[in-house]
Structures are given as structure tokens and as C-alpha cells.
């Protein structure tokens, strides 16, 4: 069997930055195992399978499919970065003619839409809760050492530890950080944690980028992730809420880096724009 596979950069409008996702488009249903040997094999971050919900479904014409994310260890409940590059391949390869789409997932209904040269997703919000200290005393040194915390927070729907690094530090400290994820994995002692994001404030004086993250989940195989929409699902509650804003501008401090542009709903949801740079299409025998 052959499926049409591509590589998608999302979150950057040039290839071999932001975060690579592989997108492969079922036409016939897939032997459920075969989608984690795919996702293993691809070695991504998150390799996503956009499939047909119905006999007469089409790529181009269709409005909803279902949508599902594997990173090389595991299934997940969320990937941002990989539904952008999921409708990519649907609105710039396909030529999908609908205005928006709307994919089945885990997560339950994500819409994703065309404005100008972005592709809008709707998002689920999740809050962040101040977290006890104590308990993840041992994580929080194994990542950031002996730099100053000035928050830490707690994201129970996503399992995300959100960590602040103090406002004296600017974008290059956090960029210049040698974090080392692998030890994560026995620092963590709560079994909650699953994602630890470290956050800085951004330029205050309105131009620029509000805030910076990088983001580490060692816990399903992924190191570091270049950029990451299921983080920025918890980073845009955190920081609406401490600057006072629901439009903010974003960029996430990978070695390849990426932007994204951020809307704070008042529905409990969150609009992640980006753009995408579509690198390799292939065909995979299986």
C-alpha cells in the first residue's frame, strides 16, 4: 500500500526552521499498529494521520476529518504544530477549497482556517495553577540550575509544569541554556509532570515578541521541541493573565526557532496563527 506522505515546517514561513511534522493522507483505514511503526520510523517530534470519516470523503472537497498525532514513542492528545502542518497539506497541496477545516482528534473539534499568508487554529485555553514548590524542587534545578524562578505553575489538563525564569533575564539566556531533558525523566518524582515549559517576559515596550519558551518532554521521547502549539495553549492563559493582553506575539527559543501569533478568546479557547513551509512529498510503501 502506498500512502502520500510530506514533511511540513510549521511556525516559520522558510524551510529547515520552526518544527518539522510528517503528514500522512489515509486514504483506506491503517492497521492501528502501523501508525506508531510510521511515526517511529519518520522520527519527528509528531508525525500526524489525517483520515476520511466517511465512504466518499475527499481531500479536496471535504470540510471534517479525523486527526491523530504520534510522536516516535507514543500517541498524544495534542500536537499545535503538527495540525498546522496537518492543514497545510490540505489547503497548499490539496487545494482544499473550504475556508475552514475542522479535524476530529482527541482533543475534541480543532478548526484551523486561511487568513492572508497564516493558518489560524482554534485551540483549546488550559490554566496554569500555582504549583508547591517543594515538589518539583528537584526537576526545576535539573533544568534551570541555579537561576533565579520567579513562578512555577501547574497545567493538570495537559500535565505541563510551567516555569518562569526571572524578569532580569533576557532572550539570549534562555536561548544560551545547556539543558540536558534525559535527566528529567529521574528528577521528576510526582508522576504528574509529562512537559516542562520555561517561560521568560518578553519586550515590554509593545514592539517584538511578548514572551519566549522552550519546551522539553523527555516523557514521550521528545527532548526538546522546536516549537510547540500544545505549549502555547498553556503559555497564552499564563501570560494574557499576567500582562493584561489577548493579542500577543510569541517565539518559542528552539535551535531552529519559531513565531506565533496568539489571540485569547473569551470562550476558553485560544487562536495559534502560523506559517508553514512545505519541505518533501513522498510516497510511503507499507
Known sequence: MQIPIFTVDAFTNRPFAGNPAAVCLLENDLDEDLHQK????????????IRKLKPGDDFTKSSCFGLRWFTPANEVPLCGHATLASAAVLFHVQKNTNSVLTFMTLSGEL???QVKDHIVLDLPLYKAYPQELKEVEELIKAAVGDMTVQDVRYSPDTKKLLVRLSDTYERSVLEQMKVSAQHFLSAEKTGKVKGLILTVKGNSSGKGHDFYSRYFAPWYGVLEDPVTGSAHA????????????TEMLAFQ???RGGELKISVRNDGRVDVAGQTAVVLKGNLTV
Open 38 to 49: 510510521i511515526a517511529t520510523e519518520m522520527n519527528l517530534s509528531e508525525t500526524a494521520f
Open 111 to 113: 478548526k484551523a482556517r
Open 234 to 245: 498553556v503559555l497564552s492563559s499564563y501570560w494574557s493573565e499576567q500582562l493584561g493582553k
Open 253 to 255: 527559543c528552539s535551535r
